[in-house]
């Protein structure tokens, strides 16, 4: 059974910092597309940064330069690092697998006050 567990999340200002992890069970994440996705209050679900198996990373536009995604194998967990954070990157935050079945964690709420 898989699960995801995302954790990390609160409350920061802007400019602040924020480190989400999520740590994943019955999968390995060495091995697949993960992914973080959010949704703020009243909006569609967007997609936010990528690691594949193979390491390459990609990111939304809106978070290029700022948001770094990364792994750790041993601990078979996948962290976002959030610089310089805006008041727009409140929403909750979601790890998925992207590779095989999309299995989604319960998300982590990040809240960014300006």
């Known amino acids: 059974q898989v699960q995801l567990v995302e954790s990390g999340g609160g409350l920061v200002q802007a400019g602040g910092s924020l480190r989400l992890s999520c740590a994943a069970s019955g999968i390995i994440v060495s091995r697949n597309d993960m992914a973080w996705y959010r949704q703020a209050s009243g909006k569609q679900r967007e997609f936010v940064a990528q690691i594949t198996d193979q390491g390459t990373t990609y990111y939304a536009n809106s978070v290029r330069g700022r948001f770094t995604v990364s792994r750790d194998n041993a601990r078979n967990t996948v962290f976002l690092q959030m610089n310089s954070l805006k008041p727009e990157d409140t929403a909750v935050y979601y790890c998925?697998?992207?590779?095989?079945?999309?299995?989604w964690g319960q998300g982590t709420q990040v809240t960014v006050s300006s």
């Open positions: 998925k697998v992207v590779s095989g079945l999309p299995y």
